[in-house]
């Protein structure tokens, strides 16, 4: 691996513009569950299960109960060196951007400015009834929550985790600025099972724009076959060790 990371440090370090997409898999090394892996599993269920308007209209005690889980596991994280290396990026290439779909602000916590959160915050609430007294969404880092589900202060019905679930749109400013983003030199993704669009279709689109692809993931993936470098390994000793040869 090691002269592919000296060329790809060169390309990285010469790129007039560097966008990256991160996943669940960066965070891993932290001790935030992945979504897919079997430490992932919240009680046999399956994210997409959990995450849908529908399985909370159903149960919201039940989705809470497994986003308090998830709050509770990241509070105790810290952020890693994967997370480090892209904060640092942020500061020193003055065309980077970093999408991620991951909710929890550990990159924000390591020192990452405008991150394009493609999927919300974990650290962000709304009022489900959408009341006419509530912001739009407001943060609350309230870990654990005494009552599940929690409830909005202004019109004391049930608040949801402000993250986009399956079947919600994305935000269409967020996704212009991932869009714009994918218009690069390099394009790496790290982190993520690239099955969930859109969040997936970015790396394609890179390639339509000529960008050199490169995937960090220890484990194959949908992505592994199409990108130009595949990197197998964890992201907080593959991103470092790229760092090194800059
Ligand atoms: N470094 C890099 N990649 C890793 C590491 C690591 N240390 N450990 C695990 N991985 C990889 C796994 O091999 C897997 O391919 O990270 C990926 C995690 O995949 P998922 O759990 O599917 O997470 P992600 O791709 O972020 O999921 C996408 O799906 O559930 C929704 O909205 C949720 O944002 C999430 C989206």
New binding site residues.
Partial sequence: MDSEVTALAARVAKAERLSILT????S??SGVP????AD?LWKDFK??SL?TPQAFARDPKLVWEWYDWRRQAIASCEPNA?HRVLAEWSRRFPNFTLIT???DGLHERAGSRDVVR??GSIWEVSCWQRCAAAPPRWRDETVPFKEIPPRCPHCGGVIRPG??W?GESLDPAIVDRATEAADCDVFIT???????YP?AGFLELAKRHGAYTVE????T?PATSTVDLALQ????VVLPRIAEDL
């Fill in positions: 996943g669940a898999g960066v891993a090394a992945t979504f897919r892996g992932g994210p997409e995450a994967a779909q991951n909710v493609l999927h993250v986009v399956f790290a982190g993520t099972s690239a099955v969930v969040a960090i993931n220890p484990e993936t390994g964890g992201a907080e």
